[in-house]
Every structure is written in C-alpha cells, then in structure tokens.
C-alpha cells in the first residue's frame, strides 16, 4: 500500500502564489506517473499537472503557470502554483501510479491522498 501526505494548501488572493507537495510512502519499488489532479464543486475531477516517466504533463487550464517538479526527498513531488485565478480554487488531490513490491511480486497501484484545499479570493 502507498501512502500520500499532501501539505501547501491554503488562501490566496488572485494573481498570488502556493505550492503544494506531496509525499509517498510504502513499498513503492518504482513510481510510473505522480503528480496532482483538482476537483472544484459540482465538477469532475480533472489533471492539474503530472510527472509520467520523467516527463510534465499539465491540464490546459494551467500551462504557463504552474510548475511541477520532484521533490528533492526521494518520492515527492511539488507543484508551484503562481497567477492564481478564482477558477483555480478547488480540492487538489495528489496521485501515484507505483509499482508496489510485495514479497517476490511487482504490482501497479494507483493512490489518491486526502486532498488540500486551494481557495483564491480577494
């Protein structure tokens, strides 16, 4: 089993900055793809930004203002969150796909934390 630990969250006004990180634990022997999705009200949820096998992928709503990277803790990940808008605010939920080492087996398990609350108001 995975665990995620997310921290950062909070309130911002618009045009203001968070980051956020996320940490994995458990018997991770590798991980595929670890990043953030977010799910606002009344919505589903949807990709904020991901690291798959070493490579960025944002949601188009984001490009060209957040930032994800790993973490400098093995199996952490953070995600710099600058220009926020009021439509950014929502529930950011971080997400692994790992590769689980039980005993001589490999699995892959996918993992969602808890969720941090983004709000951007004046």
């Known amino acids: 089993q995975v665990r995620l630990v997310e921290s950062g969250g909070g309130l911002v006004q618009p045009g203001g900055s968070l980051r956020l990180s996320c940490a994995a634990s458990g018997n991770i022997f590798s991980i595929n793809v670890m990043g953030w999705y977010r799910q606002a009200p009344g919505t589903q949820r949807e990709l904020v930004a991901v690291?798959?096998?070493?490579?960025?992928n944002y949601g188009d709503s984001v490009k060209g203002r957040f930032t994800i990277s790993r973490g400098n803790a093995k199996n952490t990940v953070d995600l710099q969150m600058n220009s926020l808008k009021a439509e950014d605010t929502a529930v950011y939920y971080c997400?692994?796909?790992?590769?689980?080492?039980?005993?001589?087996?490999?699995?892959?398990?996918?993992?969602w934390g808890q969720g941090t609350q983004v709000t951007v108001s004046s």
């Open positions: 997400y692994v796909k790992a590769n689980i080492a039980e005993y001589t087996a490999l699995y892959e398990d996918d993992s």
């Open positions: 690291i798959s096998r070493g490579e960025p």
